[in-house]
T-cell receptor, first 114, second 114 residues
């Protein structure tokens, strides 16, 4: 079945450093890859997404890269700040006609230390 | 606030009792998803509605679980004869009509079965 693996499970960085989280997916038909940030007691919040026809996307301090051949995608956060501390989830779907059942990774707990 | 809302936020029940959760999606969204999230894991897909039609159900959704979206607006998720293994966060998400729609998540309902 569809599977998404996410690494590392925990990541600790100093404020101002970069953080990288990596995911691999099993279903080659997957074509939509969102990243969500979840803070304690809240639902996941979309921070960036990428479609399969694009190799990289940036939004200020956040970037996502996709390697379809290797079935890998990664989240890059530069100039990390304490407020970036949260659990980050990658997900994959083979959306069609607007229907996007998301398959999530297990999450990465990011801690940014001042 | 025009985001996804869920009620209740927390529910504690005894094993064997029935519980019902409600989700109010973003008003113009016709797609609605339910996910379940256990501690330390990513959300897992449970079921999907397009308008009032339930179009997909996960194998995770045993016959003790039923979901409805009677008028294509709010949705309910009922669990009958709860078991301790049902303890989890139940998340609702909604999305709009375009291709590759972003899913907006609610804050979740945390269920504890004693």
């Amino acid at each position: 079945g569809e599977n998404v693996e996410q690494h590392p499970s925990t990541l600790s960085v100093q404020e101002g450093d970069s953080a990288v989280i990596k995911c691999t997916y099993s279903d080659s038909a997957s074509n939509y890859f969102p990243w969500y940030k979840q803070e304690l007691g809240k639902g996941p919040q979309l921070i960036i997404d990428i479609r399969s026809n694009v190799g990289e996307k940036k939004d200020q301090r956040i970037a996502v890269t996709l390697n379809k051949t290797a079935k890998h995608f990664s989240l890059h956060i530069t100039e990390t700040q304490p407020e970036d501390s949260a659990v980050y989830f990658c997900a994959a779907s083979k959306g069609s006609g607007g229907y996007n059942k998301l398959i999530f990774g297990a999450g990465t707990r990011l801690a940014v230390h001042p | 606030d025009t985001g996804v809302s869920q009620d209740p936020r927390h529910k504690i029940t005894k094993r064997g009792q029935n519980v019902t959760f409600r989700c109010d999606p973003i008003s113009e969204h016709n797609r609605l998803y339910w996910y379940r999230q256990t501690l330390g894991q990513g959300p897992e897909f449970l079921t999907y509605f397009q308008n009032e039609a339930q179009l997909e159900k996960s194998r995770l959704l045993s016959d003790r679980f039923s979901a409805e979206r009677p008028k294509g607006s709010f949705s309910t998720l009922e669990i009958q004869r709860t078991e301790q293994g049902d303890s989890a966060m139940y998340l609702c998400a909604s999305s709009g009509q375009r291709e590759y729609n972003e899913q907006f998540f609610g804050p979740g309902t945390r269920l504890t079965v004693l």
